[in-house]
């Protein structure tokens, strides 16, 4: 089984700001993510998303983020937090999709210039996962005081990360392919 | 303490999406509140704000929820639920002011097509609010299937909901008053 | 791989308290898993389990929760709504485990005497069981007025909850089965 | 007003665990609160409440928490973080009583092993303290690695909790004298 086609984990950089440290961190999983065998990753910014108020996210879908949703195995999702929340337009972009979730995998890094590593938009942003259809898996990367972790070109500066990001982006490509194995094969019965 | 100026408590309406029943709640909600005495109120319909992606949300404040923010003595959030979280325009909003909140109340309206009432969306919203610096209020006001709750038009179709509205508002404005209280009269010290 | 040894899919009775309608609800959705084909089940009554405060849950695991826990495929957890989250007792006997949960499937059952059906109570768990290393499915069953869904001898009075059960029960069994082929044949590599 | 009987504010200590850390949480947060003036504590520790699974919750309120509940202005609850979420003692602890909590403030010291400070066991209780009445405020102190932040014997060991304590005992305090003057002054209506 495992010997099919890669494994496709996007990385869904989950904020729009300028000057986003969190850019750094969805390069720096896409880097980690790359290294991996039978993987492809490729980063979902989704400041490239157009926002407007006034359809029903029609324009969202032909931006690419639905095709791109489709073909995923798995998703990292690159949250800051903002008020103890994931940002708006994060959710947003989220919500703009439905089906193409659907018993597929995800693994959220959360993100923040305190000390507590974004683990509030990480328990806030479980539900709305679930409710996609999506299976959070049980490793997070923390990235505390993100401005310190990474210098303005975003090479990292802590090596600690690479290890926990592989510890995470294991655990994140079984699930993916244990998901796929049953969607593939296993029957609603 | 009471006789002074009339407490402000204005409605924000949560969505932006076009045929929005939420509006239809946010209005109920204006009525109801307009029947206290001494309490003023108006709807914040959030679909008026812009939301370009390339700023630090000044454009929002420029758009009046600021100046409003600030007068008010307590909110009410029409939060509609969108996969069991709160809709993204929204966060957005809320995340743009930050001392306009402090040691203000806030009552919550849950919305939702189904049985449920948007409970979801309220218990999602809960740390964000508190984190602003909001009080939540332990009543909220629960439109389950809320396209037989109202008509087109926004004609209330249950009166079940005046009575509801009636328990939250008087305990919102209870919190209101004493916050303000507070605010004006108790030192941190 | 699906003609293998049956899914075993017990049923955690999430509450102590005499004259629980919550006991129902679990036998009830113990007859329904008995229905499907190769999967078995069982009732695990916390009201069995002794709690004293004076150990580190050693009585716990010998009442035989461990063990059963460790032979599970996946869980229905049956969780009354106190004060908008999950029953003492409960979590401490799930606390009790740990590698006995790992990539197995988890359902939970939201029960209330109101008209919310113990969504609160579901979204309250849903971190507790993500860091047991349990993959919550996003269907659920809601119990609301659960005093009116049974008559005192536990004859189910709305028909409605099977179709409900019959649906969650085939998505848990899915996931149930998914996840033990992942646990017996993808390594985490 | 803030001339009359002292602000009384006790401190739950939230584990029954021997060789509880959250033990010497909860002494430090008391002495802290000790140096306020017209301020009042003492610890309730919940590990000399009786747990029996077959009473109403009874042999607790005659253990005096009620009592003690019902006297209170304000609570600290020290919340060790057990699987993201809160132990299953110290819910049912402050299941047992109602209306002792309403229109009283609370305050979260989140306790972990880890590097995140308990915060997703404060994020678990939000709900929880809300539906029973009490207002949490939104300042927290976070004890991470909470192992080295005392010696054996309690004594604090990181100078920077006392200045955390101040700050958030300041801003319970005063909610805390908010609340009592709206519930001795402002009515419903």
Chains 1, 2, 3, 4 share one sequence.
Not at 80 to 89: D, I, L, Q, R, S
Not at 123 to 129: A, D
Not at 134 to 146: E, G, M, Q, R, T
């Amino acid at each position: 089984m495992e010997s099919g086609r890669p494994i496709f984990i996007p990385v869904i950089l989950g904020t729009t700001r300028k000057g986003r440290m969190s850019e750094h961190v969805a390069n720096f999983m896409a880097r980690e993510i790359a290294k991996q065998e039978n993987v492809v990753t490729g980063v979902v910014d989704i400041g490239n998303i157009p926002f407007p108020t006034d359809d029903a996210g029609e324009r969202i879908k032909d931006a690419g983020f639905s095709e791109t949703a489709m073909k995923a195995d798995a998703f990292i999702i690159v949250a800051p937090e903002y008020n103890h929340g994931y940002p708006g337009f994060l959710k947003h972009a989220l919500d703009t999709n439905l089906k193409e979730y659907i018993h597929k995998a995800v693994g959220i890094c959360g993100v923040s210039a305190g000390p507590f590593g974004g683990t509030r938009v990480i328990e806030n942003l479980l539900p709305v996962v679930r409710e996609l259809g999506l299976v959070a898996i049980f490793w997070d990367v923390n990235f505390s005081a993100v401005q310190n972790a990474f210098d303005e070109k975003g090479k990292l500066l802590d090596e600690a990360y690479v290890k926990r990001a592989e510890k995470f982006i294991k655990e994140l490509a079984w699930m993916a392919k244990v998901l796929r194995y049953g969607r593939e094969n296993v029957e609603l019965s």
